[in-house]
């Protein structure tokens, strides 16, 4: 029974890349006729027989096209027909509770009071010979953002209705990579004329400079998170001693909205839970 309740309270689904990049592929594909766009629409939202994918490409249009209209109609009314019974897409992007902590203003994000103390925390080593000043983890294996499956368990099932609360810490092992050249060099030439050689936009550099970093997420205990956006810590396996390395910290979320990762980081991600 807690397991239906949990799923019956998280009908609200996020969009991926992917449905992004097919929304977006309307406009290329009609030359810009709208028209055409609301028929390249109707012909996919036809062939979909899966209400995640449904909802997910209503919501991509929502986004590329602003709030609702045809294109975003099209979909919302096929996620329906296939069991969809959440808000109109354009409402669940327009909720506030569902901002990403790096979305939000830098005074209005977590300040952790008792910065520092984690990573005095310090490790014995038995049976290593070293010891780690850091963070305790344990693996949970890749985690499904949209589900919550992990090899170990179900994360919305198991802590979702925890009294305490729950946050999904985003964490980045930077590797040391310099990724300064993939910055846009010099300014677009105002030719009228789209090309592949112009420069990149903000948005595309940044997706491209995600495929040289490996994300995870680590759960915490509590409804903030244990630490900052920016900060670096090391962690270490609790049971094996074994050093996982030095991540930075890029986003969180409470669990509740944990698909709102899906976009930036990818639908699954290696998860870990504090110890």
Not at 29 to 47: C, H, P, V
Not at 215 to 220: G, P, S
């Amino acid at each position: 029974m807690k397991a239906k309740l949990v799923r019956e309270s998280l009908n609200e689904l996020a969009y991926e890349p992917k449905d992004l990049k097919r929304v977006r592929d309307f406009a290329i594909k009609s030359g810009g006729d709208f028209q055409k766009e609301i028929a390249l629409a109707q012909r996919m939202a036809n062939t979909l027989t899966n209400m995640d994918k449904a909802i997910g490409r209503a919501e991509a249009a929502a986004e590329v096209y602003g709030g609702w209209n045809e294109i975003v109609e099209i979909f919302y009314n096929k996620a329906k027909e296939l069991g969809y019974i959440g808000p109109p897409p354009g409402e669940r992007l327009e909720d506030p509770k569902h901002i990403l902590g790096s979305k939000l203003p830098p005074e209005e994000r977590y300040k952790n009071p008792h910065r520092g103390d984690y990573s005095r925390r310090r490790y014995g080593g038995r049976g290593y010979g070293r010891s780690w000043y850091g963070n305790p983890i344990l693996p949970l294996g890749k985690v499904d953002l949209r589900s919550g499956d992990s090899p170990t368990f179900n994360v919305y099932d198991t802590w979702l209705s925890d009294k305490g609360g729950t946050v999904v810490e985003v964490w980045r092992d930077n590797k040391g990579i310099d990724t300064t050249h993939l910055e846009p060099q010099g300014k677009e030439e105002e030719t009228g004329i789209l090309s592949i050689l112009k420069p990149k936009s903000q948005e595309e550099v940044e997706k491209t400079k995600r495929k040289f970093f490996n994300y995870r997420i680590i759960f915490t205990s509590g409804d903030t998170p244990l630490h900052e956006i920016g900060e670096m810590q090391d962690f270490y396996h609790d049971q094996s001693g074994g050093h996982f390395g030095k991540w930075e910290m890029v986003d969180y979320v409470p669990l509740k909205h944990m698909k709102e990762l899906i976009l930036p980081f990818g639908k699954k991600i290696s998860g870990y839970v504090y110890k």
